[in-house]
């Protein structure tokens, strides 16, 4: 497994062990409800995994959707889910390519995510001497 996050990690063996269980009912009706959380746990790797990407390896957005094959406007609302950048979401419940670079120059920086209930201060320009 890659070294994304403990997080990632977990989601897919939970959906590993859905589909094990999925594939151990004898019904349709029992099969169903093992399916359905395998797909929540895939689909919340999926999310986790994109937030990993644009954060850790610099993917865009737009990159982001296209590896998870989804439009660039899926890709906001979806990463606004995640463990990583739901502090950095909007009050629509988006997260924007300003958030991202907010994100990663925290990150950079070795600050912890704002509070997700108090949106980020902008950044300041400061002057690096006075001459």
């Given at each position: 497994?890659?070294a994304?996050?403990?997080?990632?990690d977990?989601?897919?063996?939970?959906?590993?062990?859905?589909?094990?269980?999925?594939?151990?009912?004898?019904?349709?009706a029992e099969?169903l409800p093992?399916?359905?959380?395998?797909?929540?746990?895939?689909?919340?790797?999926?999310?986790e995994?994109?937030?990993?990407?644009?954060?850790?390896?610099?993917a865009?957005?737009?990159?982001?959707?296209?590896?998870?094959?989804?439009?660039?406007?899926?890709?906001?609302p979806?990463?606004?889910?995640?463990?990583?950048?739901?502090?950095?979401?909007?009050p629509?419940?988006?997260?924007?390519?300003?958030a991202?670079e907010?994100?990663?120059y925290?990150?950079?920086?070795?600050?912890?995510?704002p509070d997700?209930?108090?949106?980020?201060?902008p950044?300041?320009?400061r002057?690096?001497?006075?001459t």
């Amino acid at each position: 497994m890659a070294a994304y996050d403990v997080d990632l990690d977990t989601l897919i063996d939970s959906a590993s062990e859905a589909l094990e269980k999925a594939r151990e009912t004898e019904s349709a009706a029992e099969t169903l409800p093992a399916l359905i959380a395998a797909q929540q746990h895939i689909s919340q790797a999926v999310d986790e995994a994109m937030a990993a990407a644009v954060l850790e390896e610099g993917a865009s957005l737009r990159q982001a959707g296209q590896l998870a094959d989804l439009s660039e406007n899926a890709v906001g609302p979806r990463l606004a889910r995640t463990t990583r950048l739901r502090a950095y979401a909007s009050p629509e419940g988006r997260v924007t390519r300003a958030a991202v670079e907010r994100a990663r120059y925290d990150a950079e920086l070795g600050r912890p995510a704002p509070d997700p209930q108090t949106p980020p201060a902008p950044l300041r320009f400061r002057r690096r001497r006075d001459t």
